[in-house]
């Protein structure tokens, strides 16, 4: 019942930028904690950006570059992206961690987005 749906991704020349957005769809859940994470060609993969209610975390190869936000109201995370470097191309899923509340009890889930290609052009 719980649906991330990620949107924005593309191709991008080097040195501009993309905004990617991720909206919890569903009922009887509350964020605790979203993110993204990019699986480059031929790599692992990585986290790219964290926010809960209290911090952001970033990977060191995107400090300064990414910013994720969050709208609370309407369930979306956001990540603005500048600057982009060739090495920043890969599928980038977005991750939330929910409560999902239900009348027998609440649990903690993971829950992930489809992906969506960045493609960063030399």
């Known amino acids: 019942q719980v649906q991330l749906v990620e949107l924005g991704g593309g191709l991008v020349q080097a040195g501009g930028s993309l905004r990617l957005s991720c909206a919890v769809s569903?009922?009887?859940?509350?964020?605790?904690?979203m993110g993204w994470y990019r699986q480059a060609p031929g790599k692992q993969r990585e986290l790219v950006a964290r926010?809960?209610?209290?911090?952001?975390n970033y990977a060191d190869s995107v400090k300064g570059r990414f910013t994720i936000t969050r709208d609370n109201a309407k369930n979306t995370v956001y990540l603005q992206m500048n600057s982009l470097k060739p090495e920043d191309t890969g599928v980038y899923y977005c991750?939330?961690?929910?409560?999902?509340?239900?009348?027998?009890?609440?649990?903690?889930?993971?829950?992930w987005g489809q992906g969506t290609q960045v493609t960063v052009s030399s």
């Open positions: 991750h939330a961690d929910l409560t999902v509340i239900l009348l027998t009890g609440a649990k903690i889930q993971d829950y």
């Open positions: 569903g009922s009887g859940f509350s964020i605790n904690a």
């Open positions: 926010i809960n209610s209290f911090v952001t």
